[in-house]
């Protein structure tokens, strides 16, 4: 006899689909796998292998030089040293720094070259262009400046909020307006203008550029980034003649210098495309004056704002760091 085959109602068991039961898997067995974010190329823990190595760079794929050991340890090694406010070093302090590098692991240097490939190709065009330290550094004494009133913002914002207008000793380079605060910026200070911006988180900067400040600032805020004081530098002359190209840029540039000798929040160089070099001149002169009257504004301004320090990086292949940073360069030469 034939087993039965139907339903009650008529229906065979051979054309109904049975749907299978969701597997029960408990929590304690799935595993969250922590995707590592990549790290951004060309950083360096030691400000002096940041900008020793930058220096090697350059002469190595723009000016198309091979250099001997006695080349480096004699000029690129002290003219970084000189560029971050270090004294010059002899007899074998030159080659153990040397020597550290090639002993990293990854080894930094092979020889007398880059271990890293990114030196060779478009990861390393902000690096490229970046200014002389000791040339921000200079520039960041004794400018030209003056406070801007705005007691009406600060009563409308209940914060604190401080404007300077700036010009440095050197009239190739914009004059500038700084606009710092503690709270929510305004319809006027800033303002809506092209600018780049810092915010002075826990032990760290994060760099960043905006033309409408006053939503770009509550959009950090809101996605929980935690900062104490901001401030917005923006070009004094009319603004609409500084083109998106070279603001992207300038931002890029700003990333790459700071984060030679602070630490940096940011995991990549902004757009970091670069752009023809009728913007990119612009942007690097931007740069240059930007970091100056950052420089100037933190050291010489004391506007009662907690962590009103800049988050230099704590340790340096150099004794004195980082006090000599913010020493005038210009005195060091006439000691």
């Known amino acids: 006899m034939n087993a039965d085959t139907t339903t009650t109602t008529g229906e065979s068991i051979e054309n109904i689909t049975i749907p299978l039961a969701s597997p029960v898997i408990a929590d304690d067995l799935i595993v969250k796998v922590e995707v590592p974010k990549p790290k951004m190329p060309l950083v360096y823990d030691d400000p002096l292998a940041a900008v020793f190595l930058r220096i090697l760079a350059w002469e190595k794929h723009v000016a ?51 271990a890293e490939k990114g030196w060779a190709n478009n990861q390393a065009w902000s690096l490229r262009h970046l200014p002389s330290h000791r040339l921000v550094r200079t520039l960041s004494w004794n400018p030209v400046w003056s406070p801007i009133d705005s007691a009406s913002e600060q009563q ?48 760290a900067f994060y760099i960043g550029q905006s033309d409408e400040f006053i939503i770009r600032c509550p959009q950090h805020i809101m996605k929980g980034r935690k900062f104490d004081w901001w401030v917005f530098i923006a070009p004094q002359e009319p603004n609409g003649t500084f083109p998106f190209d070279s603001l992207y840029a300038a931002e890029s540039l ?8 602070c630490l940096v929040t940011n995991r990549t160089r902004g ?51 980082p006090e000599c940073y913010l020493a005038n360069p210009v005195k060091e030469t006439a000691d």
């Open 64 to 114: 198309k030089r091979e250099l001997l050991v006695k080349d480096i340890v004699n000029d690129q090694v002290q003219m970084a040293r000189l560029d971050l406010g270090l004294k010059k070093n002899t007899k074998g302090a030159p080659h153990a720094f040397i020597q550290s590098l090639r002993k990293k692991q990854p080894p930094l240097l092979v020889k007398n070259a880059h």
């Open 271 to 321: 757009k970091d495309k670069e752009p023809n070099f009728g913007f990119l001149q612009p942007a690097i002169m931007f740069v240059v004056a930007a970091s100056a009257a950052l420089l100037w504004l933190v050291r010489e301004q004391d506007l009662k704002i907690t962590k009103w320090t800049i988050p230099f990086k704590p340790k340096c292949s150099g004794r004195g760091w």
């Open 254 to 261: 700003l990333i790459s210098f700071w984060k030679e000798t």
């Open 156 to 203: 409308k914002n209940d914060s604190n909020v401080f404007q300077f207008s700036i010009a440095l000793r050197e009239p190739a380079l914009p004059k500038l307006i700084l606009t710092v605060g503690n709270g929510k910026p305004t319809a006027k200070t800033p303002g809506n203008v092209k600018g780049v911006y810092f915010l002075r988180e826990e032990n």
